[in-house]
């Protein structure tokens, strides 16, 4: 997973932050509860976007777990919309794994390969509950490979089969009202989460000899001021597709993430200050 859709914190009210920890435990708790206790170190803020984005109902319970035994938590109450993101959660995460196996250095392998044997039964139940999304994945995935393996300078078309990926993660409704905007700020999104990544990678890649497809398309000194132009262009897609969707209870987060989480995210990406936020910060605990 990534972990880079998450929200500016500085700018939610306290009881708005509550809200979305009590998201994110829930997910927490429902992979924990679905697919073992080793699922939940697979939660990711990416997923808990998702829940926030289809999740309908707000109604929490304080649940105690392992990280927080004594006092609990709030935690989002189980729902379809919590088995679907934990699923596809376990889906995109086993499938990571397999791609760390195939690649990169020997005790980074060696620690996929455990780790995927130990997701392997939750992937098994996972893939069940969520077919359509396994099978979009497995499909996206391969012509990722692909373009890896054959070193394309094509970046739009790496770019592409993530989005699409992503996109496949909202379920139809049947409502094309809802499911054309959900599925075109989830395909941006995608994009954006893809290129970022790229970004972040690309010392790291260039060290490994590794395929990066912004070195690819730009040359290891990648242009930052033209990645900025097409990252922004993603994020103002997201964002246009977002406001075609109805208000939730949930929308003030959605918008948060949006507008201020994710260029503050792209900002430090882009002036090489992610990791260093990341160390410092260790993140507070959810």
Not at 133 to 154: K, T, Y
Request: proline share 4%.
């Amino acid at each position: 997973m990534f972990g880079y859709v998450r929200p500016d914190r500085a700018h939610l009210t306290d009881e708005a932050w509550e809200r979305y920890r009590a998201a994110y435990c829930g997910l927490c708790r429902c992979l924990g509860k679905t697919y073992g206790p080793a699922a939940r170190y697979i939660l990711r803020y990416d997923f808990v976007f998702l829940v926030l984005l289809l999740e309908e109902g707000e109604a929490c319970q304080t649940r105690r777990c392992p990280r927080h035994p004594l006092g609990g938590r709030p935690c989002l109450e189980e729902s379809q919309t919590l088995a679907l993101c934990a699923g596809e959660s376990v889906i995109l995460a086993y499938y990571q794994l397999s791609d760390g196996v195939a690649d990169g250095a020997f005790f980074h392998r060696l620690g996929c390969r455990l780790a995927r044997r130990t997701l392997k039964a939750a992937y098994r139940r996972a893939s069940a509950a969520c077919g359509g999304f396994d099978r979009q994945v497995g499909q996206c995935l391969r012509e990722l490979d692909g373009l890896e393996r054959a070193r394309s300078p094509q970046m739009d078309r790496a770019a592409d089969a993530f989005a699409r990926l992503l996109a496949a993660a909202a379920p139809e409704t049947g409502d094309a009202a809802l499911d054309r905007p959900r599925r075109q700020l989830l395909y941006h999104l995608g994009r954006w989460i893809y290129l970022v990544d790229a970004v972040d990678d690309l010392e790291e890649d260039a060290r490994r000899g590794r395929y990066n497809p912004v070195a690819a398309r730009y040359g290891e000194a990648a242009d930052r001021a033209a990645l900025a132009v097409t990252l922004g262009h993603s994020l103002a897609l997201a964002q246009s597709a977002f406001q075609l969707l109805p208000r939730t209870s949930w929308s003030d987060l959605l918008e948060n993430i949006l507008y201020l989480g994710l260029p503050g995210v792209q900002q430090l990406v882009l002036t090489g200050q992610w990791h260093k936020k990341e160390r410092d910060k260790q993140e507070t605990t959810l």
